[in-house]
């Protein structure tokens, strides 16, 4: 429908680095673009009207939005509810400070549905307004995809940086849990909240952790042994549930895959980790009610019937019943660990689908729930699209850890895919 | 030197629960003792002028003392810090709110070092008002063993629970890593924050932690078959340096378990628990100088010295060397795992001797530090007492997920310390 050029995270540091972009100018870029652009998106909950810009740092001249579950001492929180509706946290929450640490500007806060959870908010998908670009990280996947900002961050406790990732046809990484700092971010199942990244493709994604970390999870300097890699199309049972067009999808990916002289097979699921991917709710909600139960005390009357229907739901599941669950997903966790022992890259759909029509829901974390409990690294690879030009993301996963492996490994299927 | 009779919540419960006593009562006996003896001892940030007392409930009429680390909506939480004086956080800690849903009375906020770390406050021992009374839960340790009130909150990143309850003569738990929520704390190293509880008695933090949770807890219903239960005397390299008094009381522990039944021998420190002890520092540091960036940047004129200085190291930390860490303490853990396959339950000192004199330290973490990086569940058993009559505490452990043996061992051993 309309026409978004995206910022390359990569070609913008290239540029800046060469001398021929500087932090000024690439701040003025984004800032122009969200005046442009916002008012149909609706990416963002509140732009920086003086944002500071850092000419020292990795990071100096990017344009960061930050979901607007992070706490930020300069910009109003509202952690995508109105009960927080111009609520000023004292302190950034530590991701954002890393980020200003390495010079990065913190434009803006994208919108996050409430609590991160499952109730819609306003953003419409940059590829089809009529379509929801995915949630909880709506905003930042949207301003990554209507070209406005070349970084971005987010956060996932069931999908919610692989499914709108996928659904706005952008790079979503979800590094292996606790690589990134949770500190500060609104909780809603801490076990599972994960700190993600967005960027326009794998490459930037990769160099937007690299930077921030100050760790070598970068994609150029890998060296090519792709016979070495066993990557492996996951057939989980699910798979029978996806849109054909999504089925079609992954099936040419690990073509692709072969075609790019990667070890290419099949896999299926371990029993253990079906199970594990069915104790996730009830991990999910148990730790909700606890660690969001003074927010339904409080400010109950101000929440969608959604989460607080889920909140007094995850009150009610008794200790034994978490327990039973986290056990679950234990074995689950050892089955994983032992599946990497047979491949290196998993690849499934990062969604059932494209992005469904309407903005009444946000889709479906199916596809994102299993690997989010076990902690693995997984990044949407975009590429493919459906017959209405609709982004269809490739996940891959790799083992706890394994992180500048998977993102090397992506990089280089994403560009057989958009081949 | 000053006479203080414990509250004990078993007792008060029992009281509670026949009748001889009703909520407003019991909550009014804590406000009395706060109000005659906290001038003393202040181990009170802030006492809640109108506390809600509630008549429902399980905790029904328990006056809890919440260290000033932990966030309420209803009070101010300094976090320790002249930075966060008279800050009101919006919401309840998670374990607050729960506090509050079982019919807990939040009568106020006690002490904490600043941001729970080392630098001291003003807070005495009770025993001897010239000593330490530990830290960094300085606050909650002296309340209980004044005589204040019969339970209490403290977290755990060193030592912060184990060594003040050594000190103030109490029972200090320190649970399974995320047995209680951590959510709504002031963070200083996720991966080691631990929250625990204080109560006059080990038999009385069993029943605090199982009327918080609705967890099979209590020590009353266990079956007595010590004879099953392997106690081993922890013989690790730091006993050495441990004081006269604090090694004779721990093989008069060890004597005193064989003498009630218990299957009791000795156990070395395997190479690679020690190894992890080591470890423990850069990974709370290097946390430590990322969860509490954005306070150094925004507030670090209003720090003391060594926590400016720790965070300062801490941001110093390369992500190598923090992952090298973080290697030892995964083979500390696979370590600890094997070392509870021949021992049920370990005893060691909970500090390095008595409270020190004075208030310019708050002692020695160093007995601590190893079980807080392994997330086993801890409870320091007093009983004991140097020439000068100041407690010596007695460190239990038990594997990870054990928390009901270890509790109900170590009730076992109390009374047999204090026979």
Redesign the interface.
Known sequence: MSENRMMSLSALIKARDSGKANPELMVALSRDAIARKDADIKAFAHVCAEPAISTEGPLAGVAIGIKDIFDT?DQPTSYGSPA?AG?RP?????L???A??QGATIIGKTVSTEFAFLNPAATVNPHNHAHTPGGSSSGSAAAIAAGMIPAATGTQTGGSVIRPASYCGIAGYKPSF?LL????IK?FA??LDTVGLFAAGVADVALLAALL???DLGTDDEPAEPAKIRVGLYRCALLEGADPEMRAALFKAADKAADAGFDVGEIGEPEAMAMARGAHSDIQNF?AG??C???L??FGNQMSEILAGTLNHG?AI??QAYDAARKLAKRGRAATRALFGEVDILLTPAAPGAAPLGLETTGDPRFNKLWTLMGTPVVSIPGFRDANGMPLGIQAVARFGRDKTLLSVAAALEQAYRA
Do not use: C, I, M, N
Not at 181 to 184: H, K, M
């Open positions: 001492f927080y609520h004292k302190t950034d929450a530590a954002v400070d890393l200003r640490r606790r700092p949770v500190t500060g909780h801490p076990s970390t100050g760790r730790e606890l660690v139960g003074s927010d005390a409080l009150q008794s200790p």
